[in-house]
């Protein structure tokens, strides 16, 4: 296995959770990494505490795509490549009265899937220019191995992120460019906090981002985890009909009184 080193590596939503954990590993590792998110002053103290090694480019990726210049020159001016781009950045809500609300779906959707594309937009010519072979990696979920009660938004936002990633992959086949999927199960961060139902094999954001380093650096394309919870799910997926079946009824919050009362 390469160890991850003397890289130039961007992170967005590395202002807290999985992004900040692989921020600070990756960092420890010998690597000079810019990390964004909205809140500037969570990105000052770690850039304080990394001692040189870190830079902060405070982004908000609602950002209208006329503003994208402005930050494609604020990137430039902080590196001259880039050898990995890490889209960690995201957020969820959940579809609790099935309400269809097209302003939460759009939230959801513009940062974890236009969010990347944003990113993508403002890192490539900087990929362009490494020596190495570039790496692009996205934070999606697991939740799109088998669809979850409740994650009609989310869900969907991640599935659709899992598409355009493995559709860049069969682009990227004639050229140095790669890309990986990461799918993580439950892990302990601001995103998960609020939660109020079980959360099976919940690890910490800085086990998860040990994982995630340790799946770059073997090469790895798509990097599930926890295998205890990948495999069932994916089993899941596979034969749809049980999970809609066992499983739904236990998960979803919605019942005919509801529907009717809220419609
Ligand atoms: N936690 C889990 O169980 C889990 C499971 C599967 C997948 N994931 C995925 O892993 C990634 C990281 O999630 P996490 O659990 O570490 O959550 P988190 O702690 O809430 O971190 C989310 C990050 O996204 C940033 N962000 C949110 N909205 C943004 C915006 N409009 N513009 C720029 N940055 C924005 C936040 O920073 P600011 O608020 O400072 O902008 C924060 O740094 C997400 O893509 C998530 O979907 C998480």
Redesign the pocket.
């Known amino acids: 296995m390469d160890e991850i080193k003397d890289r130039c590596i961007w992170i ?10 692989l921020a600070q590993r990756l960092c420890e590792q010998g690597n000079f990494v810019i990390v ?5 002053h ?2 000052q103290q770690m850039v304080l505490a990394a001692a040189g090694r870190m830079c902060a480019l405070p ?5 209208a795509d006329d503003q994208l210049g402005l930050y494609r020159t604020r990137l430039q001016e902080l590196t001259d490549y880039l050898d990995m781009v890490i ?6 809500e959940y579809e609790d009265q099935l309400a269809f609300d097209p302003a939460m779906y759009r939230r959801v959707f ?3 899937f236009l ?1 990347v594309i944003k990113t993508l937009h403002l890192a490539v010519p900087l990929l362009k220019k490494s020596v190495r072979e570039p790496r692009v990696v ?6 799109s191995a088998v669809p979850f009660p409740r994650a009609e938004a ?1 869900g969907a936002s ?1 599935a659709a992120l899992e598409y355009f990633l493995k559709s860049l992959q069969a682009d990227a086949v004639k050229l140095p460019l790669r890309a990986t999927l ?11 906090r609020s939660n109020d139902f079980a ?1 099976p094999f ?1 690890m910490s ?1 800085d086990a ?1 981002a040990a994982i995630i380093i340790a799946g770059i650096a073997r090469g790895r394309t798509q990097i599930d985890f926890p295998r205890r919870l990948s495999w069932p799910l994916r089993f899941f997926g596979i034969f749809f009909g049980l999970w809609r079946r066992w499983v739904a009824p236990k998960v979803t919050r919605i019942s005919a009184d509801a529907w009717i009362k809220t419609h």
Do not use: W
Request: aromatic share 4%.
């Open positions: 967005t939503g590395a202002s807290s959770g999985i992004g900040r954990a964004s998110a909205r809140d500037q969570r990105l982004l908000d990726l609602t950002v889209c960690c950045a995201g957020v969820c513009e940062v974890n969010g996205a934070l999606g979920s697991l939740s989310y991640k990461v799918r993580p199960g439950f892990v302990a961060t601001d995103m998960t959360m919940l954001a998860a």
